[in-house]
């Protein structure tokens, strides 16, 4: 995205598919990237970093809500875990599911903030790793899974 500036907002986004057959319990998706700096400890808090989570289902899938585990480990090894329960739809009078998101022709696609004010305290690589907590082993009708970073870069491989 350019802005009025002229300067570009780089976003590290990614989408994983997931298994046809099913996202299982004990498969986490994870997602690795790279900050494009570095806050001090006197910097405010900035207001332009966040984290989207972006679901791609069926029209079918079996739940209002996705909850999530997501575990976000720094460079320096400090982690947390968050529960997190995606709204993704809410039955409507007639009975039919009406679905949050963007609908195409055989899918919905829900993208929510996860955080916001996000801080970098080390600079390297940070990593998030999302499991589903839904109790259906597997869960099916989820087919993608993906994040956007703001002002983060993919992990780049040295050759």
């Known amino acids: 995205m350019t802005l009025l500036t002229g300067c570009v907002a780089r976003d590290y986004m990614e989408m994983y598919d997931l298994p046809a057959s099913g996202w299982k319990q004990n498969q986490s998706v994870v997602f690795t990237f790279v900050p494009l700096g570095v806050d001090t400890l006197r910097g405010g808090t900035p207001s332009d970093r966040w984290v989207d989570i972006t679901v ?37 009078e007639g009975g039919e599911w009406q679905w949050y998101g963007n609908h195409y022709s055989n899918h919905y696609d829900l993208t929510q903030r996860y955080r916001s004010r996000i801080r970098y305290r080390a600079a390297g690589e ?6 589903q907590l839904s109790g259906d082993d597997p869960l099916v009708g989820v087919l993608s899974l993906g994040v956007t970073v703001s002002q983060a870069a993919p992990v780049t491989v040295a050759e």
């Open 56 to 92: 791609r289902h069926r029209a079918d899938f079996a739940y209002a809500e996705l909850p999530l585990e997501i575990k976000a480990v720094t460079p320096d090894k400090r982690f947390w875990v968050d529960t997190v329960y995606l709204p993704l739809g809410k039955p409507s």
């Open 126 to 131: 940070y990593a998030l790793s999302i499991r």
